[in-house]
């Protein structure tokens, strides 16, 4: 069984920062990737930001140069960093990993989080 868990959401003025955490747990052989969505109410769940396992990143457009993803591998922990929040921003956050489960044969899936809230007031 593999479980990620989130924290560090919460309540921040505009301007402000948080700093989201997920750690991944389970039978774990490896990461391929691992990312951060969101979504707001009445909104489709976005993309926020994703990385490889080769340490590659993407963001969304609407929080490039605003928000940085990281990972320490030791941990199985990816992190996603905020930083000039905006009332935009609100949203549940979920992390999302896709995980090598098995090795002989090579098995992965993709995996969520339960969500942590991010409400960004102006």
């Known amino acids: 069984q593999v479980q990620l868990v989130e924290s560090g959401g919460g309540l921040v003025q505009a301007g402000g920062s948080l700093r989201l955490s997920c750690a991944a747990s389970g039978t774990i052989f490896g990461f391929n990737t691992m990312g951060w969505y969101r979504q707001a109410p009445g909104n489709q769940r976005e993309l926020v930001a994703v990385?490889?396992?080769?340490?590659?990143?993407n963001y969304a457009d609407s929080v490039k140069g605003r928000f940085a993803i990281s990972r320490e591998y030791a941990k199985n922990t990816v992190y996603l960093q905020m930083n000039s929040l905006k009332p935009e921003d609100t949203a549940v956050y979920y992390c999302?990993?896709?995980?090598?489960?098995?090795?002989?044969?090579?098995?992965?899936?993709?995996?969520w989080g339960q969500g942590t809230q991010v409400t960004v007031s102006s």
């Open positions: 999302t990993a896709e995980i090598v489960t098995r090795l002989i044969p090579r098995v992965s899936a993709r995996y």
């Open positions: 990385i490889t396992s080769g340490g590659s990143t």
